[in-house]
């Protein structure tokens, strides 16, 4: 691969990369009107491609790797992403931006991007973002990735996707939720899911999940009510540790 800096003449709309291994940022200045580039690589995974930075004015174009192909959108300060064999998109980057400045730190994800459902919230979507205040889902959402609002100190109020089946591993660290409702859907927390929530007082947990998973509320220094619905049979280790205000637990009866 190239190590020098590409500028693209404006008119060209596709481009094709026979043998490139890497783009790394700032080795294109690319025009708004480029749509596609395309890698003609056969095994990219272990012998092309290994790291592609996307500028910000490429955020509608796709990007091909022999017959799979990346399509990477931004809206409203959000980055969505999807590949060629899926009919969904991922949240991708959710942004520190004066958009959500001004907006008071609120976040609507919408239903759809162009005529295809949000399904997932991808790993560090939000990672460290301390504008995010108020974060509303929409209801085609069923996965929450690894570490997606990790850091998110000022998120204090969430609206969850009533089809959420699984969060995970700490997922919503440091969030300043002081009242988890989760929907009963929900199947599955991974570990640490909502450690090191200090505000978080109040937990009722879904009836659709049976663990609580290792160190779930860890640090959740004033927790002090939580309900376990009876569809649980474990509690697995450090789930509560750290919860020093902890008073009222509401067990099942097996």
């Known amino acids: 691969g190239s190590r020098h800096q590409c500028h693209i003449d404006p008119g060209i709309g596709t481009m094709f990369f026979p043998k490139i291994r890497v783009l790394g940022k700032g080795q294109f200045k690319i025009p708004t009107v480029l749509t596609c580039i395309f890698f003609k690589i056969g095994k990219w995974r272990k ?115 009533e089809n959420l089946t699984k969060i995970g591993e700490t997922a919503f660290y440091q969030c300043s939720i002081e009242e988890l409702i989760l929907p009963d859907s929900v199947s599955r927390l991974d570990d640490g899911a909502f450690s090191a929530c200090v505000n978080l007082r109040k937990v009722k947990l879904p009836t659709g999940a049976t663990t609580i998973s290792s160190r779930c509320f860890e640090g959740c220094e004033n927790l002090s009510e939580i309900i376990i619905p009876d569809t649980y049979t474990r509690i697995l280790s450090y789930a509560f540790h750290g919860c020093i205000s902890l008073q009222n637990i509401d067990l099942p009866e097996q």
């Open 47 to 161: 012998k092309g491609i290994t790291a592609i930075h996307v500028e910000k004015d490429m955020m509608n174009a796709e990007l091909g790797f022999g017959r799979r192909v990346l399509q990477v959108i931004e809206e409203n300060g959000v980055k969505y992403e999807r590949s060629e064999n899926q009919d969904y998109w991922t949240v991708t980057k959710i942004y520190s931006s004066i958009d959500l400045k001004e907006n008071q730190g609120i976040i609507e994800l919408p239903e759809s991007v162009r005529d295809l459902p949000v399904k997932f919230i991808g790993e560090k979507a939000a990672f460290n973002n301390e504008l995010l205040q108020v974060l509303q889902m929409p209801q085609g959402i069923i996965e929450i990735k690894k570490n997606a609002f990790y850091g998110c100190v000022n998120l204090n109020s969430i609206v969850f996707s």
